[in-house]
């Protein structure tokens, strides 16, 4: 039996530089961009952080890692927050 993965959410702010590289960026990235990380979606989000990713990690380990390296590096990202979710009813 394959090992659950739990997902996250995260949130990631943007300094004055704007969107376009940490766009360009997630334009590039694979479906597994890292052992242990599955992408699901992106979104532009408005308010106090400017886009999100979900994501699951088979250890919150892999997930620290996935923002850590891959994200926060990203030249404009000033911000992240990744927080792990838990579904409360599905619809879909």
Request: glycine share 8%.
């Amino acid at each position: 039996m394959e090992k659950s993965k739990q997902k996250y959410f995260s949130f990631i702010k943007l300094g004055s530089a704007g969107s376009g590289k940490l766009y360009a960026e997630i334009m590039k990235w694979k479906e597994k961009p890292m052992s242990g990380i599955k992408l699901e979606e992106a979104y532009q989000v408005f308010g106090k952080w400017d886009f999100a990713v979900l994501f699951a990690a088979d250890t919150n380990e892999n997930a620290l890692h996935f923002a850590g390296d891959i994200v926060r590096p990203i030249e404009g990202v000033i911000a992240m927050r990744t927080i792990p979710i838990a579904p409360l009813r599905s619809w879909g």
